[in-house]
């Protein structure tokens, strides 16, 4: 399985990303993490891409503040820690890179982001 730093910073065809992503849903479902509790982390995630074509300062901003929100996510339900894991360690990555590649490396959370909502919601209604 690639890590994190892998698709962050190359996988230019995003086949690693897709691979990543099934695998983590996978593992999210057997850890029993629900609909809602994903839907809530997306909506943020949301929130903030559409913060940064406005302003990027701001999302970034968020993003950063999302590591704290998924903490406290985290102590309140410990089914939340490996989604946690995964997007803290993206989140490191976007920070990571300089201004040229920073908008690439954003895009790449929120696709992984999207990757691993819907291979968990595939998953969850198949079982």
């Known amino acids: 399985?690639?890590?994190?730093?892998?698709?962050?910073?190359?996988?230019?065809?995003?086949?690693?990303?897709?691979?990543?992503?099934?695998?983590?849903?996978?593992?999210?479902?057997?850890?029993?993490?629900?609909?809602?509790?994903?839907?809530?982390?997306?909506?943020?995630?949301?929130?903030?891409?559409?913060?940064?074509?406005?302003?990027?300062?701001e999302a970034f901003r968020r993003l950063n503040m999302l590591k704290p929100k998924l903490e406290y996510i985290v102590a309140r339900n410990n089914s939340v820690q490996l989604l946690r894991d995964v997007l803290c360690k993206a989140i490191d990555e976007v920070n990571a890179a300089d201004d040229k590649q920073r908008d690439q490396r954003f895009q790449r959370f929120i696709d992984l982001v999207e990757a691993i909502l819907a291979y968990h919601r595939a998953k969850v209604e198949r079982n």
């Open 1 to 57: 399985m690639s890590d994190i730093a892998t698709i962050m910073r190359g996988d230019p065809s995003g086949a690693e990303l897709v691979k990543f992503a099934e695998q983590t849903a996978k593992q999210l479902v057997s850890n029993n993490l629900t609909r809602s509790q994903i839907r809530n982390i997306f909506n943020e995630v949301r929130k903030i891409e559409t913060l940064w074509g406005i302003s990027k300062d």
